[in-house]
């Protein structure tokens, strides 16, 4: 295995080597999700997500469509939870 910028590649007996996107990786999707946690405003939240929209158009191909509807999820439930927050204190994020 190798590891270059944005791919793994991937030395296979069976078929000879297979280029892997970061994005396609569990680890990827882990790291994601932790960005996504340890937001502490609805605004870093919102940028976050707006960034993670970004890379997603622009590397469309690289992205599984399940994976980044349980990132989308996830994002709501944290938004909901911060947003809460909010209100109970009183104050905009």
């Known amino acids: 295995m190798e590891s270059w910028a944005y791919i793994v590649f991937v030395h296979r007996r069976d078929k000879g080597g297979q280029f ?6 569990r ?28 890379d997603r158009k622009r590397h469309n191909k690289q992205y599984n469509d399940q994976d980044a509807a349980l990132l989308y999820n996830f994002w709501t439930r944290c938004w909901h939870t911060l947003s809460s927050r909010t209100k109970v204190n009183g104050r905009l994020a």
């Open 27 to 54: 680890q990827w999707f882990n790291a994601i999700a932790c960005q996504i946690q340890h937001c502490t405003t609805c605004q870093q939240l919102q940028q976050l997500w707006l960034a993670i929209e970004r």
């Open 20 to 25: 892997i996107s970061y994005r396609r990786l």
